[in-house]
């Protein structure tokens, strides 16, 4: 081996591992299978996000978790044998835990034990960008942690931008962890205070203007719209929560100004803490004039998300705003074969064609909302006229709320609404 070789193996043998996980979920009355095995699917793609590897998804049917240790006994044992055998690092389980549940597994498992809402809470604090989405994520995550310190405990002490820990604390430094967690969520809550009051500063400059917030579940196309509709560059990324922080830039189209703003990605069982301290940022939408709903119709659970995306508008005091409804990535949609085709395919060929019938989706849910939807790929930019004219259509009855007295020759000063 030469000498550059052996550099290079070093290089290689000093690399860090990448993490690997398994990923649990219980069926419960009502569930299917399929729902549960899309469900992990999800947790499976959040994992990636994170940075770890799944190696294998364990299932187990259950009225109600075990009030111990969340799965059964013998469910558990096959788990730890798994874990043992192939040295797995974390085991991921896509519910809640309750404390008791997360040190009663951390002490059977001997490894690092995460929950759904720690998952999305250490993938949000990997991607903040801005002061007041970082500082609104450690308050979340500093809040779930607390009663769930254990002597195994390793999370506090994870290292941004990676899946790295160091050893645990003992039990005698839990209660200085404790000590010191409420004295940081103390002044985390004081720092956010201040961070919002500069918000609100910026949002009452924006009075006077349309404001139009793009909404969805997370992964779905929003900033890649936000980039076709405004030519900005924010991060565009095939994995969950790519975008953590609002963003809001200033569009016109038919000599009409807005603000458009693209804000986080919902997703199932959002953790409580999240929404709780996330609420200043929630705030562009709860104050925006018109949600434009953003939906992957390529996703097989779309209707799902967006039952999630309603819930979680509800959730925050936002479900009542004018909504133009879009479907996005009709790129990797099968396309409707035409009456010729369908006249030399079966029925089962037909039915196992995947194909979505966009003229019935498009009159059921303009029945429900009273807006016609729009079909579109931000990818490609299939359809986007069609939406620029949706849009500007609803744009406009705003903008004569605000000034009933426009006429289309109309030009209106956008310097004043600069973000500070």
Known sequence: MNKYSKKLQKLFDTAPKQETAVLVALIHQGQTEQQVEEYLDELAFLTETLGAKTLHKFTQRLEKPDVRTFVGTGKLEEI?????????????????????????????????VYDRSLLILDIFLNRAQTAQAKTQVELARYQYLLPRLTRMWTHLERQRGGTGTRGGAGEKEIETDKRDIRNKITLLKSKLKEIEKQGLTQRKGRKGVVRVALVGYTNVGKSTLMNLMTKSNILAEDKL????????????????PFLLSDTVGFIRKLPTHLIESFKSTLDEIREADLLVHVVDISHPGFEDHIAVVKNTLNE??????????????????PKMPTEEEMQYMTDIEVEESNYLDFEKLSKAYEKKTGIAPVFMSAHDGTNIEEFRTSLILEVKKQHLKIYPHYLEDETIDLTQFDEK
């Open 80 to 112: 730890l044998a798994y874990v043992q055998h192939f040295e797995v690092d974390m085991v991921i389980f896509d519910d809640d835990l309750s404390p008791s549940q997360m040190r009663n597994l951390e002490n059977e498992l001997k490894v690092k």
């Open 316 to 333: 925050i005091g936002a479900g009542d705003k004018p909504m133009l409804l879009v479907f996005n990535k009709i790129d990797r949609v």
């Open 241 to 256: 929560f790519a975008t953590v922080d609002s963003t809001v830039r200033k569009v016109v189209l038919a000599n009409i």
